[in-house]
């Protein structure tokens, strides 16, 4: 928690400019790494269960995630047979 803390005091601190509705930086920040953290124990917590649409999130998120890898076989095939040199 306390790496959290300091990574957003030292976000807070940065110099921004405004464009239109848009604040960013006023130099480019480089993003050294990310992660995604998915909830430990798949169970829904207080609000973690109940999708947009009352349905159950843990399955939408099983779901999209068999669609991505379906996606990218997909996208990996159609290269491989239009693509020069694959």
């Known amino acids: 928690a306390i790496?959290?803390?300091?990574?957003?005091?030292?976000?807070?601190?940065v110099?921004?400019?405004k464009d239109g509705i848009f604040v960013m930086?006023?130099?480019r920040i480089e993003i050294l790494s990310s992660?995604?953290?998915e909830k430990e124990g798949g169970g829904g917590g207080e609000r973690g269960?109940?999708?947009a649409l009352g349905g159950d999130c843990e399955a939408e998120?099983?779901?999209t995630k068999q669609r991505?890898?379906?996606l990218v076989h997909?996208?990996?095939e159609i290269r491989r047979r239009k693509l020069p040199g694959r």
């Open 68 to 70: 991505v890898v379906a």
């Open 74 to 76: 997909e996208i990996e």
């Open 15 to 17: 110099k921004t400019k």
């Open 49 to 51: 269960n109940v999708g």
């Open 3 to 13: 790496a959290r803390q300091e990574t957003l005091r030292a976000m807070e601190a």
């Open 61 to 63: 998120l099983k779901e």
């Open 35 to 37: 992660y995604v953290k």
């Open 25 to 27: 930086p006023t130099e």
